[in-house]
């Protein structure tokens, strides 16, 4: 197999305006900053709602929760994958009950993890509402759900890959567009 064509869509400083144009979004999107609870989904998602809530904390008059889940049994390709789990296991430290629960995430592509995040949630309660907000949405779905808060929206085609780097996880800041196509012109 071939190494695929990487193409750098956005930096470390990109990345910092859209976390924090996302941060501003929520609060405008939630007039009562007491009643949200902020969940990261594991693996980016987590470290992206840790910078959201950063920013949050600095702007918002309350002191809003931040959590976050793990998918990993609740995946609909769990049996069909043939690799061991790594579980890490949720932290969700307050109720969610009645609340406005913000999942983050890094990519939203099908739906179907942010469909296996929400059959988790339920686990722990019955929020009032759930938003989404995601770094990119490349499109694709499988399932019908859309980000609420969306950082950049990036059309992608078949064989290619959004991939987003984060310092926490991959020790830098990118998003870079992955081409796993053959070129016809060779």
Do not use: W
């Not at 999107?29 to 949050?56: C, F, M, W, Y």
């Amino acid at each position: 197999m071939t190494k695929p064509k990487q193409k750098l869509l956005f930096d470390e400083t990109d990345i910092k305006k859209m976390v924090t144009r996302l941060s501003h979004e929520i609060l405008e999107g939630n007039r009562n900053a007491g009643d949200l609870v902020l969940i990261g989904i594991q693996t980016r998602g987590e470290p992206l709602s840790k910078r959201v809530h950063s920013i949050l904390q600095k702007s918002a008059s309350a002191d809003i929760p931040l959590g976050e889940v793990d998918i990993t049994f609740h995946r609909d390709d769990f049996r069909e994958r043939l690799v061991v789990p790594q579980v890490k296991g949720s932290d969700i430290p307050v109720s969610i009950d009645d609340k406005t629960v913000v999942l983050v995430d890094d990519v939203l592509f099908t739906g179907r993890t942010i469909r296996a995040a929400m059959d988790e949630l339920f686990t722990y309660g019955r929020p009032a509402k759930i938003q989404l907000c995601v770094l990119v949405d490349r499109g694709h779905r499988e399932i019908p759900i859309r980000g609420d808060y969306v950082g950049k929206n990036i059309p992608t085609s078949e064989g290619e890959h959004v991939s987003v780097l984060l310092k926490e996880v991959d020790g830098k800041d990118a998003i870079v567009l992955l081409s796993f196509k053959e070129d016809s012109d060779a």
